[in-house]
């Protein structure tokens, strides 16, 4: 393996020119279910990536019209990667992999990957494993001391406040610092870095590479102050005052919610109650006292804890597989999923065709535990009318429409009251963002339209009649998706923000949203969507304020605030 770029590389040829006809696809390993419910680190076994993933790289057919980019918002030059890969040019591959995108390390592990359902290969082979070469790359560059920091060598003199740590804002931040503005990030939480900090477990992403990232962006320039929330602790004039810009990028934290009895039961949490809960025990910020303790995790218990309990998980997204994956390595009694949504089917629907990203059957790392060490909890589901659960003992129950809670002793939910979902009227078009699970996996509230994927609203749900039944529950866990930003935070007054149709900060097509100077950026603009699409607007949300404070910029700006991904 070789980090001494060689420019030549990137004069190439086709990859490896039979690479796609010899080299079946092979995906990174798993540790066994076995070992990796008992501790938090990452699910996959990175060490196997490396004697294969240049033969992986290799089946890429460095197609004349590469699909695979108009996949990804970032845009990445997933060819010419792939191909460096091959050539084992890792310095280049990195050189190529950042060009593009400031944090692949993410993007490698979280991405749903709409490049790869793009990609041309997959129309009548399993498409080139686009994420873990990029992952890989990631970790060499890493490894080899390749990523350094990356300090401006001339400063503009101007400054910039970045509200909010997710992935928009540290891209945003991150740009900005490197076109030579003086950038501070305000984060409300007392650590950086958003949902990636506080939203996804450790076990999917382990928060020692965004801290890796942070002390890059630290030795860049980039100051941050954490605990600060920005309307309350400080308002927007003053802020606004000592900053040239402002970029709001606070996410769309409003979770959806389920107005049925008994949702003020104890016992029944917003599923962003419990998953920061369950990440800060990693950190080892476990409350006092607190039940829960597992191996691997720093200090133990979490202040909601699945531990010995039965957990009914309400949604049907990347949020609701993130508790599964939680309560299981809590120690939960049994779990079960409720997802309103239909069975998908294992491919693609004929009205979802390639390039589209599709709703099919995805059995995630958690769902895969779930079935090894947990299986679907209540012994008479085949059969009976109405919801359906998934295949080979999935924990999963699909067309399931929560009813209500019954409540127990002490106030305390004691079960969930469900039936089959009927659907009703037309589909309409105009639905929100597509490409990944988070965006059109979650289950919609109660008797309302959810949001979905392929830019459509899906019909109307109802419950099926004559389909009720009980499901014992001491927690429940709500994952039904985000509504937008926070209306009532003082962000939105005090900076003149207004939401547009679809309940997020409206924005113009530079970003700028509000009064002079302020953009906005993230799922605060977009509504709540992907970790890749929120470092592509983070990026070209820096554009459009480095094109306002010098009159032009040449810093790139892959999407614009109306992009949205391919749909069918
Ligand atoms: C549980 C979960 C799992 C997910 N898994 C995936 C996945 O696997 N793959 C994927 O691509 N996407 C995933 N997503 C979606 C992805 O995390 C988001 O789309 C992405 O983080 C949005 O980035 P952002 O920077 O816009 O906002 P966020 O990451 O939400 O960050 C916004 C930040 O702003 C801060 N803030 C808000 N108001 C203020 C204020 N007034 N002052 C100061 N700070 C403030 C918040 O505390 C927060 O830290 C997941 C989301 C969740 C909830
Ligand atoms: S579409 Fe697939 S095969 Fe074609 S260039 Fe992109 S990754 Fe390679």
Not at 235 to 261: H, K, Q
Not at 278 to 304: M, Y
Not at 398 to 404: I, K, R
Request: aromatic residues 6%; hydrophobic residues 40%.
């Amino acid at each position: 393996m070789s980090f001494d770029s060689d420019p030549a590389g990137l004069e190439r040829g086709v990859t490896d020119p039979k690479g796609f006809l010899t080299t079946p696809r092979r995906d990174c390993a798993r540790r066994p279910v076995g070992e990796r419910v008992r501790d938090w680190h990452e699910v996959y076994d990175r060490q196997t990536l490396l004697p294969v993933i240049g033969e992986q790289a290799g089946r890429c057919m460095d197609c004349g019209i590469p699909f695979c980019h108009h996949g990804c918002p970032l845009g990445n030059l997933i060819p010419e990667w792939n191909d460096l890969v091959w050539r084992e040019d890792w310095a280049a591959a990195s050189e190529r992999l950042h060009a593009t995108n400031n944090f692949p390390e993410f993007t490698g592990r979280l991405c749903p990957a709409p490049c790869e359902t793009a990609c041309v290969l997959s129309i009548n082979q399993p498409a080139v494993t686009i994420k873990n070469v990029e992952a890989a790359i990631a970790d060499q560059a890493w490894a080899g001391g390749v990523v350094r920091p990356r300090p401006p060598r001339v400063r503009s003199g101007k400054s910039v406040a970045v509200i909010g740590s997710g992935p928009a804002g540290l891209a945003c931040a991150q740009q900005l610092t490197r076109g030579g503005h003086l950038v501070t990030v305000y984060e409300r939480a007392d650590r950086i870095g958003g949902l990636l900090r506080y939203g996804i477990p450790e076990f999917r992403l382990e928060k020692r590479y965004l801290d890796r990232r942070l002390e890059q962006m630290c030795a860049e320039g980039t100051q941050f102050r954490a605990g600060v929330a920005v309307g309350i602790d400080l308002d927007a004039a003053e802020l606004r005052r000592r900053n040239d810009a402002v970029v709001v990028a606070t996410g769309a934290t409003v979770p959806r919610e389920l107005p049925v009895p008994g949702r003020e039961l104890a016992g029944i949490h917003q599923a962003m109650e419990y998953l920061p809960a369950a990440n800060r025990a990693c950190t080892g910020d476990a409350a006092p006292g607190a039940a829960g303790s597992v191996a691997g995790c720093a200090a133990g218990g979490a202040p909601v804890s699945a531990d010995g309990l039965q957990v009914v998980i309400v949604g049907g997204g990347d949020t609701a597989a993130d508790c599964l994956g939680t309560a299981l390595r809590q120690g939960a009694a049994s779990v079960i999923q409720l997802d309103i949504n239909p069975l998908p089917g294992p491919d693609r629907a004929p009205g979802q065709p390639w390039p589209v990203y599709p709703k099919s059957f995805r059995v995630s790392s958690a769902h895969q535990e779930a079935r090894e060490v947990a299986g679907l909890a209540g012994t008479d589901w085949d059969g009976w009318l109405g919801p359906q659960p998934g295949p080979d003992g999935d924990v999963r129950v699909f067309s399931a429409f929560t009813l209500g809670f019954a409540a127990g002793p002490g106030g305390r939910v004691r079960a969930l009251r469900l039936a089959g979902t009927e659907l009703t009227g037309p589909e309409q078009a105009g639905g929100e963002q597509a490409g990944g699970e988070q965006a059109g996996g979650e289950q919609a509230g109660a008797g309302q339209a959810g949001t979905g994927l392929a830019g459509r609203v899906p019909r109307q749900r109802r419950p099926l009649p004559g389909s009720e039944r009980e499901v014992q529950a001491d927690l429940v866990l709500l994952a039904l998706g985000f509504t937008g930003p926070e209306p009532d935070s003082g962000v939105m007054d005090q900076f003149g923000l207004r939401l547009d149709e679809r309940g997020n900060f409206e924005r113009d097509d530079d970003f700028g949203g509000g009064a002079d100077g302020v953009f906005v950026a993230g799922d605060a603009g977009r509504g709540a969507s992907l970790v890749v699409w929120a470092i592509a607007e983070g990026r070209a949300a820096a554009a459009a304020v480095d094109r306002y404070l010098m009159g032009s910029t040449g810093l790139p700006a892959p999407v614009s605030p109306a992009d949205r991904p391919l749909t069918a």
